[in-house]
Each structure stands twice: as structure tokens, then as C-alpha cells.
């Protein structure tokens, strides 16, 4: 089962609004990703957080943890349509292990 | 270079048929992941490769799954004797992988996955 839990699992908004995911893990972490996936393919890599950090903010995307929840989430502002796609929160392997966790991801459809 | 790439893109097999998925990683990584994605559903870890060490097989699901690599390039994942809850997206990922600090906090690149159907 994965550790990740997304939510909304899905969300549909109007070009120019703001979304904003979950993520909320189980165990401890030392830092947490998100991945961006279009069309059910390759992911890619959108931005890391440490477990010492609070927010982090990369263009029009800003991350927040709090780790005493066990949750992260991410915002999208001033949406467009090509940020459609399935966003997943991943948590790096643990010691003695090199298995990412990732969430169940939420479909955001942006639109025009 | 390159970015990190899978053949074939879609396979289409019978039941109780054996597939070999194939990935090229970027040129210089030394760490190879294996995942599944299975429809709507998020990736699920089968195994990973860093360098020349054992690899972590502690997500194939059954012994009908192996994989290899050699040394720091190309992998295949071999399903034999394939069954239906088999189809799924197969993805792979490389990075730049070594010690564990760095590992924790690697940037995995994705291949764009090989889509498996088994009738």
C-alpha cells in the first residue's frame, strides 16, 4: 500500500485560479518531492523540500510541510491549461532502503 | 545528453507469455528505479540499481518478476509467465544516485514507460 495519500484525488478549476493539493505520509521523513505526470507517463521531478524547511517556492508553484501533521502541500497559482496533469507527493527511502513511496496523486484539470 | 528512454512504448501480449521492457538511463547515473503504475492508480516501487551493489528487489511482487543490469547502463524487467493484473504502465527512472545523503535527496528522471497489456 503506498504511504502517500493525495487529496483531493481530483480537481477541476478555471484557468487563472489557484489549486491546492495534499499530501499527507506516515512515517519520518528527511525530505519530500513532487512530481508532475501528463497523460499517465513519465513523471517529472517539480520540487524538493527538506524536513527542516517550512515552505519552499519555485515560480508559480509554493510548497509547504509541516511535519508534526505529517503533511505537505503544494499551490498552484494563477493556473493554466498545460498545468493539467496528475500530480504525486513521493517520500525518499528511509535507512536500509532505497524505496520511494509516492502518493496516489490528484488529477488537476485546468480549465480554458 | 539524452534523457532517459524505454522500448517499446506499448506491448501487447497474451496471457502465460514472458516480456522483457527495456532503459536506456541518462548517460553518468548510477542509480536505476523500476516502478508500476497500474490505471489511476500512483507508482508502486519494484526495484532499484545503484552501481555495482546488490540491488533492492524488496517490490517485485512475485518471483515471476527479475531484472537486470549491467554495470551503469541499460536494465531490462523481464515478467514471465505474464498474467492479467500484470498490465500496468511499467516506469523507470534514473539518477545520479551513491552515497546515502545523496540519494535521499536525488532528482529521479523519468523515462516516458512502456505500456503493457496482457490479454
Known amino acids: 500500500s503506498q504511504q502517500g495519500e493525495e487529496d483531493p484525488q481530483a480537481l477541476s478549476i478555471q484557468e487563472g485560479e489557484n489549486a491546492t493539493m495534499n499530501c499527507s505520509y506516515k512515517?519520518?521523513?528527511?525530505?519530500l518531492q513532487w512530481y508532475r505526470q501528463n497523460s499517465g507517463r513519465g513523471l517529472v521531478h517539480l520540487i524538493l523540500?527538506?524536513?527542516?524547511?517550512r515552505e519552499k517556492h519555485s515560480g508559480r508553484l509554493r510548497v509547504t510541510l509541516d511535519t508534526s501533521k505529517k503533511s505537505s502541500s503544494l499551490l498552484i497559482t494563477a493556473s493554466r491549461a498545460a498545468d493539467t496533469a496528475s500530480y504525486f507527493c513521493?517520500?525518499?527511502?528511509?535507512?536500509?532502503?532505497?524505496?520511494?513511496?509516492f502518493g496516489t496523486g490528484t488529477r488537476l484539470k485546468v480549465l480554458a | 545528453g539524452a534523457g532517459v528512454s524505454q522500448s517499446p512504448s506499448n506491448k501487447v501480449t497474451e496471457k502465460g507469455k514472458d516480456v522483457e521492457l527495456r532503459c536506456d538511463p541518462i548517460?553518468?547515473?548510477?542509480?536505476l528505479y523500476w516502478y508500476r503504475q497500474r490505471l489511476g492508480q500512483g507508482l508502486e516501487f519494484l526495484i532499484y540499481?545503484?552501481?555495482?551493489?546488490?540491488?533492492?528487489k524488496s517490490g517485485l511482487p512475485s518471483d515471476r518478476f527479475s531484472a537486470e543490469r549491467t554495470g551503469e547502463s541499460v536494465s531490462t524487467l523481464t515478467i514471465q509467465r505474464t498474467q492479467q493484473e500484470d498490465s500496468a504502465v511499467y516506469l523507470c527512472?534514473?539518477?545520479?544516485?551513491?552515497?546515502?545523503?545523496?540519494?535521499?535527496?536525488?532528482?529521479?528522471?523519468f523515462g516516458p514507460g512502456t505500456r503493457l497489456t496482457v490479454l
Open positions: 540499481f545503484q552501481g555495482n551493489s546488490a540491488p533492492d
Open positions: 512515517t519520518s521523513i528527511n525530505n
Open positions: 548517460s553518468g547515473h548510477t542509480a
Open positions: 513521493a517520500t525518499p527511502p528511509t535507512s536500509g532502503t532505497y524505496k520511494y513511496i
Open positions: 523540500i527538506r524536513s527542516n524547511e
Open positions: 527512472a534514473s539518477s545520479l544516485g551513491g552515497g546515502l545523503a545523496d540519494r535521499i535527496t536525488d532528482t529521479q528522471y
